[in-house]
């Protein structure tokens, strides 16, 4: 009986170690992904979209507010081309499945568009990423929603 019941209890630590574990992976992936988004913001704020070029993967599609889809070269040349008197992001979340992890936020801006003309838009967000075989993270779709 005793056997049975170190047996049981050993199983039962190892449980709750695995959950703790995978619990600790899950909340440091969900800070990374968020710290990503905070590199795409200051990419914005600053108008330098070399800093968020290689968290876009290779395929990135970016549906914009206006509906228009466009790959990564589109969007990074747009991003060259707007210039942001103010910009920030307000409730940023990050749930994390796996491999895939979805963050959700809202943005305020102000500015000119890459067009020229004059940016005043609330959005909201939805970026979608996943762990790359070599271990990074990468966007792999984004859309944005006028509120």
């Known amino acids: 009986m005793k056997k049975v019941f170190m047996w049981c209890l050993v199983g039962l630590?190892?449980?709750?170690?695995?959950?703790?574990?995978?619990?600790q992976t899950v909340?440091?992936?969900?800070?990374?992904?968020?710290a990503l988004e905070q590199q795409w913001l200051q990419s914005q704020k600053t108008n330098n979209p070399?800093?968020?070029?290689?968290l876009l993967a290779d395929k990135f599609v970016n549906t914009g507010s206006d509906g228009k889809v466009v790959?990564?070269?589109k969007m990074l040349a747009d991003s060259k081309a707007t210039k942001y008197d103010s910009i920030d992001y307000e409730d940023v979340k990050v749930t994390v499945f796996g491999d895939t992890a979805?963050?959700?936020g809202g943005s305020k801006a102000k500015g000119t568009d890459a067009s020229g003309k004059p940016l005043d838009e609330h959005v909201r967000w939805t970026d979608t990423w996943v762990k790359m075989p070599n271990g990074k993270w990468q966007c792999v779709a984004s859309q944005q929603t006028h509120l």
């Open 71 to 73: 790959s990564k070269a």
């Open 50 to 54: 070399d800093l968020v070029a290689p």
């Open 27 to 34: 909340g440091g992936t969900e800070k990374a992904v968020a």
């Open 13 to 23: 630590l190892s449980l709750g170690s695995a959950a703790l574990s995978q619990a």
């Open 102 to 104: 979805i963050a959700t």
